[in-house]
């Protein structure tokens, strides 16, 4: 069973900077990871993608922080990232990463489309 822990929130001042992480484990051949991805889910909204990763390394982004985040991944270690720059308030929720196994055709922005989910991690920014 794949297991997914991020790791990395924190509390920080607009226009600071964190990095989140997450570690898979359990990841087998017949898993066959297709899609990684980063959600967020602020208080009173829906939960939102807001970076996503394919196998064959392309990455996708949400208007709100294309620019300023980067997910990368780093597969020896099994790990995915997310850098994110110029934090402000809009940016506070939980983090969620999530991964996809097989292609198919997903809506890779759409949470119904990813199996496998982690617990989240906390990022609070303040003005």
């Known amino acids: 069973q794949v297991q997914l822990v991020e790791s990395g929130g924190a509390s920080v001042q607009t226009g600071g900077s964190l990095r989140l992480s997450c570690v898979a484990s359990g990841v087998t051949n017949s898993d066959d990871i297709y899609f990684v991805a980063w959600f967020r889910h602020a208080p009173g909204s829906e939960r939102e993608a807001v970076a996503c990763?394919?196998?064959?390394?392309?990455?996708y982004y949400a208007d709100s922080v294309r620019g300023r985040f980067t997910i990368s991944q780093d597969y020896s270690e099994r790990t995915t990232y997310l850098q994110m720059n110029l934090l402000s308030p809009n940016d506070t929720g939980m983090y969620y990463c999530?991964?996809?196994?097989?292609?198919?055709?997903?809506?890779?922005?759409?949470?119904?489309?990813?199996?496998?989910w982690g617990q989240g991690t906390q990022v609070t920014v303040s003005s």
């Open positions: 990763l394919s196998k064959s390394g392309r990455t």
């Open positions: 999530a991964a996809r196994s097989g292609a198919g055709n997903p809506s890779i922005y759409s949470s119904s489309s990813y199996h496998f």
